[in-house]
């Protein structure tokens, strides 16, 4: 007993399994459009874009050109958060970071919290992915937090990732004679308080306005510009 059998196939290099025969899919990655297909044959955008035409970049996604997985670009950004404090003699409250400048010769910001708005300077370390920003020593105009006066204050943090950021925010009073009665005791006027933000804005923009840059790679260098028009 013998058995012959055939078997013959066609290949579509635009066509993907169990799409209709009439129906062209291709992937299409480059500057005004970023769509790929699923298993039906329908169009859907590439992770990290949106719209009607695919070719929004989604904040925060994987062709945000903010969002640098090495973080060795610390941007101009809004950050936002809280601090929480261990003693109860100063209270928890929320914080806003405005970083105005960033650049390979330092850090400038002011630091919002609560009614107060203290300019502080400093640098970020992008090999321990440090930000460490202090204000200068404001003796003579002191400010008010959790019922108390300080002259400076401190804002150590580390980058987890592009958006979030963990440390602790220090403030201290050089004031001669300056002290307070805490829990019964009277100690100097230092607190340290945990610290937690979250980037809400960022402004990068490698391509100087001329187009739209996109990540295509998570190291700082991946990434590229369109053209205003398209091409």
């Not at 290099?13 to 044959?41: A, F, K, W």
Request: net charge neutral; aromatic share 10%.
């Amino acid at each position: 007993l013998s058995l012959t059998y055939s078997l013959g196939y066609n290949t579509h290099s635009n066509y993907y399994l169990g799409h209709p025969p009439q129906q062209n899919c291709p992937i299409v990655n480059e500057c005004g459009r970023h769509v790929t297909c699923d298993v039906s044959g329908h169009l859907n955008c590439m992770p990290g874009w949106s719209g009607s035409d695919c070719n929004t970049v989604v904040s925060g996604g994987l062709a945000d050109c903010s969002m640098d997985n090495e973080l060795s670009v610390f941007y101009k950004s809004t950050w936002e958060g809280s601090i929480r404090c261990p003693s109860d003699c100063v209270a928890n409250m929320s914080v806003r970071l405005f970083v105005t400048k960033a650049s390979h010769g330092g850090v400038t910001a002011t630091a919002f919290l609560g009614s107060n708005s203290i300019a502080v300077t400093g640098n970020y370390a992008s090999y321990t992915k440090h930000l460490l920003l202090q204000s200068s020593n404001n003796v003579y105009f002191p400010f008010m937090f959790g019922g108390q006066h300080y002259t400076d204050v401190e804002v150590n943090g580390a980058l987890r990732s592009a958006t979030e950021m963990t440390g602790a925010a220090i403030f201290l009073s050089r004031r001669p004679g300056d002290a307070r009665t805490c829990h019964g005791s009277t100690t100097t006027l230092k607190e340290t308080c945990a610290l937690r933000l979250t980037r809400s804005q960022v402004t990068f923009d490698p391509c100087n306005g001329q187009g739209q840059c996109w990540r295509y790679g998570g190291k700082q260098r991946d990434y590229m510009c369109c053209c205003n028009s398209g091409n």
